[in-house]
C-alpha cells in the first residue's frame, strides 16, 4: 500500500513568487492535512481537508490556502512568499470514520526562500 | 485539546528499554494519548495511541495510568534508529461520519538519543 505523497521534495523560491505543494493520500483516506515546521515554531496545523472542503484552519495569514481534489488529492499554496515561509511542509491524511484514527505523513517538501 | 508536558530529551543505551514520559493533567474523558516520532527531517511516524486501557503494538508499549493524568512510552529494546523526536498528543478522536477534527497539536516532544 503507497504510502502519502508530497510533491515536490525541494523547492528554492524567490521572495514574492508564489509555489504550490502536491500531497496524495493513502488510497481509501478521505482527511487531508497540512502542517508547517520550522526550527522556531516547531510543527504547526495548517488546514485540514475533508470531502473537497475545509473544515479546519490554523493560525495562518491568507497567504497561506489550499484545496481538494474529488480524488482526495490536495494542494497548498502559498502566494506572495516571504523570507519566514521557509519551512518543512507535511501533508498527512487518515481514515475516516474510524475512531482513534491515526494519520499519516508524507516526507514533506522543504521550501526554501531567497 | 489538552496541553501535555514531556522531557526536553533523554539518553538510553542501546538494547535498554526506553521510557518516556507525558503528562497531561487535564486530559479529558473522552480524549485519547497518541504518541508520533520524527526521525530528523522526515514526517512524523504515528507510534501507538490509548484511552485508558494499557496498549502494545509491533513498535511499543503504552502505559496510561489510571487517573489518565500521565502515560509512559515504552521502546523495549531501544536501537540506533530509534533515534528521534517523540511527541506525546492528547486530543479528541475524530467520530464516524467525519464530524471533527484531525488536527494534531505538536509541543516539543522529547529529543531521544540511543547510544551505542
Known amino acids: 500500500k503507497a504510502g502519502v505523497t508530497q510533491t515536490p521534495r525541494y523547492l528554492i523560491k524567490t521572495r514574492g513568487q508564489q509555489v504550490t505543494l502536491s500531497c496524495s493520500p493513502i488510497s481509501g483516506h478521505r482527511s487531508v492535512s497540512w502542517y508547517q515546521q520550522t526550527p522556531g515554531q516547531g510543527l504547526q496545523f495548517l488546514f485540514e481537508?475533508?470531502?473537497?472542503?475545509?473544515?479546519n484552519k490554523g493560525n495562518f495569514p491568507g497567504r497561506f490556502s489550499g484545496r481538494q481534489f474529488s480524488n482526495s488529492r490536495s494542494e497548498m499554496n502559498v502566494s506572495t512568499l516571504e523570507l519566514g515561509d521557509s519551512a518543512l511542509y507535511l501533508c498527512a491524511s487518515s481514515l475516516v470514520g474510524r475512531v482513534g484514527t491515526e494519520a499519516f505523513f508524507g516526507q514533506g517538501t522543504r521550501l526554501t526562500v531567497v | 485539546d489538552a496541553k501535555t508536558t514531556q522531557p526536553t530529551s533523554m539518553d538510553c543505551a542501546e538494547g535498554r528499554a526506553a521510557n518516556l514520559p507525558c503528562n497531561h493533567s487535564?486530559?479529558?474523558?473522552?480524549?485519547?494519548v497518541y504518541w508520533y516520532r520524527q526521525i530528523h527531517s522526515q514526517g512524523p511516524q504515528y507510534i501507538i495511541h490509548g484511552l485508558k486501557n494499557n496498549e502494545t503494538n509491533e513498535m511499543a508499549s503504552l502505559i496510561i495510568t489510571e487517573d489518565r493524568k500521565s502515560s509512559t512510552l515504552i521502546l523495549p529494546h531501544a536501537t540506533l534508529r530509534d533515534t528521534a523526536v517523540y511527541y506525546c498528543?492528547?486530543?479528541?478522536?475524530?467520530?464516524?461520519?467525519?464530524?471533527?477534527?484531525?488536527?494534531?497539536?505538536f509541543g516539543k516532544g522529547t529529543k531521544l538519543s540511543v547510544i551505542p
Open positions: 481537508y475533508f470531502s473537497e472542503t475545509q473544515r
Open positions: 487535564t486530559i479529558s474523558g473522552n480524549e485519547y
Open positions: 498528543i492528547v486530543r479528541v478522536s475524530p467520530r464516524y461520519s467525519g464530524a471533527g477534527s484531525y488536527q494534531l497539536t
